[in-house]
């Protein structure tokens, strides 16, 4: 059972490039939610979704898109990369909105 | 909405002894509460969480945690800490019955284990 798999580990882009980053889980959950978590910060909620097709903001939205088209995949899109967005993205998931969030294992973004 | 304040973002502690990492929270309305904790270049993975019930919750690797709703409280504690739970710990907090916009996050205590 791999659970939330997020790829790539690490990446560095250039300022103004984009890339996305990719998340999938293999649980069946129907919510899932991208957080960026800065050093001193805790997490910060991108993201979300609760179901396939459907999507909202989070706390930091800004420079930042989603699209949820299955179930399983919820890959996070950057758009010309700035500085700011030197972070460690974390996917989550989880089956219901009473349970506990289940993490992958983040992906390091330098943008220079 | 909710918010979480962990009051210590650094907590030295020898190893053996014990530990308490204090974290309040504050909500209009009823909350469940979890910590996390993040081992070095790894996701979070949760201790233990409160949603109902008895206000003692005992969690893995020997943490446990007491909701205190008079106090706002839900801190961690563990008797007797060894060298492995060196790591970051983080509290959060959700409304109760399901947010859908997932879990409040404090900003973490990072606990230092001293041989």
């Known amino acids: 059972n791999a659970g939330v798999t997020q790829t790539p580990k690490f990446r560095i882009l250039k300022i103004g490039q984009s890339m996305t980053l990719q998340c999938a889980q293999d649980?069946?959950?129907?919510?899932m939610y991208w957080y960026r978590q800065d050093p001193g910060m805790g997490l910060k909620l991108i993201y979300y979704?609760?179901?396939?097709?459907?999507?909202d903001k989070g706390e930091v939205p800004n420079g930042y898109n989603v699209s949820r088209s299955t179930t399983e995949d919820f890959p996070l899109r950057l758009e010309l990369a700035a500085p700011s967005q030197t972070s460690v993205y974390f996917c989550a998931s989880r089956p219901s909105g009473n349970s506990p969030l289940h993490f992958g294992n983040g992906t390091r973004l330098t943008v220079t | 909405a909710q918010s979480v304040t962990q009051l210590d973002s650094q907590v030295p502690v020898f190893e053996e002894a014990p530990v308490e990492l204090r974290c309040n929270y504050s909500?209009?309305?009823?909350?469940?509460l979890f910590w996390y904790v993040q081992y070095p270049n790894q996701g979070l993975q949760l201790l233990l969480k409160?949603?109902?019930?008895?206000?003692l919750v005992k969690g893995i690797n020997g943490f446990e945690a007491e909701f205190n709703k008079s106090q706002t409280s839900f801190h961690l504690r563990k008797p007797s800490v060894h060298i492995s739970d060196t790591a970051e710990y983080f509290c959060?907090?959700?409304?109760?019955?399901?947010?859908?916009?997932?879990?409040?996050f404090g900003k973490g205590t990072h606990l230092i284990i001293q041989p």
């Open positions: 409160y949603l109902s019930g008895s206000t």
């Open positions: 649980m069946n959950h129907n919510y």
């Open positions: 909500s209009s309305v009823s909350v469940y």
């Open positions: 979704s609760v179901g396939a097709g459907i999507t």
């Open positions: 959060a907090v959700s409304v109760s019955g399901g947010g859908a916009d997932g879990l409040t």
